[in-house]
């Protein structure tokens, strides 16, 4: 199974939450795992606007990402054409793009926003919440 990685879950898996089994078990076997490239920029967004939140960045999230043996998922074209398209569920900018990122490339994203399966009905496999 191919996975992309949703923000919150790749802060979790981290930080050593706690997370369902099945799910725990789906990371670890991945055959591919990717991070979208709106991950660090989004964690890059949240540091700054509240210093006092002890997210992982820099070089902790390219080291953690190391470890786990993700790869980062670049915007592509493709994916904004999917974007565009999308209906209006979730108004987070950086859920609506890896869920397009999702969709285009047929990845099964990993998330725990209650807002990701109403996106299933536009091609969203997703993993977690169903």
Same mark, same amino acid.
Request: aromatic letters at 6%; proline letters at 6%.
């Given at each position: 199974?191919?996975?992309?990685?949703?923000?919150? /879950?790749?802060?979790?898996?981290?930080?050593?939450?706690?997370?369902?089994?099945?799910?725990?078990?789906?990371?670890?076997? $991945?055959?591919?795992?990717?991070?979208?490239?709106?991950?660090?920029?989004?964690? $890059?967004?949240?540091?700054?606007?509240?210093?006092?939140?002890?997210?992982?960045?820099?070089?902790?999230?390219?080291? $953690? *990402?190391?470890? *786990?043996?993700?790869?980062?998922?670049?915007?592509?074209?493709?994916? /904004?054409?999917?974007?565009?398209?999308?209906?209006?569920?979730?108004?987070?900018?950086?859920?609506? *793009?890896?869920?397009?990122?999702?969709?285009?490339?047929?990845?099964?994203? /990993? $998330?725990?926003?209650?807002?990701?399966?109403?996106?299933?009905?536009?091609?969203?496999?997703?993993?977690?919440?169903?």
């Amino acid at each position: 199974m191919k996975l992309l990685l949703d923000t919150n /879950v790749l802060l979790r898996w981290v930080g050593g939450e706690v997370m369902p089994r099945r799910v725990a078990t789906q990371i670890e076997k $991945a055959e591919e795992l990717f991070v979208s490239i709106v991950t660090p920029w989004e964690l $890059a967004i949240k540091q700054r606007r509240d210093p006092s939140k002890k997210l992982i960045t820099g070089n902790q999230l390219w080291t $953690a *990402m190391g470890q *786990m043996g993700a790869r980062i998922l670049p915007i592509k074209r493709e994916h /904004v054409a999917q974007l565009a398209v999308l209906p209006e569920h979730h108004h987070d900018p950086f859920d609506r *793009m890896i869920i397009a990122q999702g969709i285009e490339d047929k990845l099964t994203v /990993v $998330a725990s926003d209650e807002r990701f399966p109403e996106y299933k009905p536009a091609g969203l496999n997703l993993l977690w919440r169903h």
